[in-house]
């Protein structure tokens, strides 16, 4: 795990075993929450690294339908009790009930990606811990992002590249124009960190950008 938000009250770690598609592991307020799950077949990679951890985990949070987001979420059920929380909009995809749209049907349909028994949905505002539920769609219909005390876990809302952060790929967006609307508006005014599926964590805002402008 790697260390990246460490205050009084909350640690926020990087988990390696999800390189590709970045989980994160949140603890404070008193939960121990586990933000998506990362390809299929990394459930026991995830768990060693976890250590101790494994024992305090309480929930699972998940960003959007993805497979490398919930790929290893059945597993994880299969092997620990944490409650598992599904974005409301997303979650008739994770479930089967509905076909992702376009490309994303033959990519779940060759991955195996299957759904977990228990769950329950998640909306705009809902809390976990010290979380906050922001609806952010665009690139899929019901994406979550989580809030943080200094920090955004952003799933693929969006995405960092040396530095900076800005909307996923328009390709493999189901409403590109919506996931661009998306990406400014969580960006706007915001200082802190960005912490992204795809790309490096980075800080946004505050004194650091301030400091940069002429
Ligand atoms: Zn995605």
């Given amino acids: 795990m790697r260390v990246i938000v460490d205050t009084d009250a909350v640690q926020v770690h990087l988990l390696e075993a999800t390189r590709g598609s970045y989980a994160y592991l949140i603890d404070g307020g008193g939960r121990t929450v586990l933000?998506?799950?990362?390809?299929?077949?990394?459930?026991?990679?995830?768990?060693?690294?976890?250590?101790?951890?494994?024992?305090?985990?309480?929930?699972?949070?998940?960003?959007h339908y993805d497979v490398d987001h919930v790929g290893s979420l059945k597993a994880l059920e299969e092997r620990i009790p944490a409650r598992i929380w599904l974005p409301a909009d997303d979650a008739p995809y994770i479930l089967r009930e509905r076909p992702r749209p376009g490309l994303k049907r033959l990519i779940a349909a060759v991955t195996k990606a299957p759904p977990?028994?228990?769950?329950?949905?998640?909306?705009?505002?809902?809390?976990?811990g010290l979380l906050t539920a922001v609806r952010s769609p665009g690139h899929t219909p019901g994406h979550l992002a989580f809030r943080g005390p200094g920090f955004l876990l952003v799933g693929d809302a969006l995405v960092t590249h040396h530095g900076r952060a800005g909307p996923s790929p328009a390709v493999l967006a189901w409403n590109p124009e919506l996931m661009r609307e998306t990406a400014t508006r969580l960006l706007s005014g915001y200082s802190g960190w960005i912490l992204p599926a795809h790309g490096e964590p980075v800080q946004v805002g505050g004194t650091a950008e301030a400091a940069a402008k002429p």
């Fill in 35 to 63: 933000c998506d799950t990362g390809f299929p077949g990394r459930a026991q990679a995830l768990l060693s690294e976890l250590e101790d951890a494994v024992r305090r985990l309480s929930d699972i949070v998940i960003t």
């Fill in 116 to 128: 977990p028994a228990h769950w329950a949905p998640l909306r705009d505002g809902d809390r976990i």
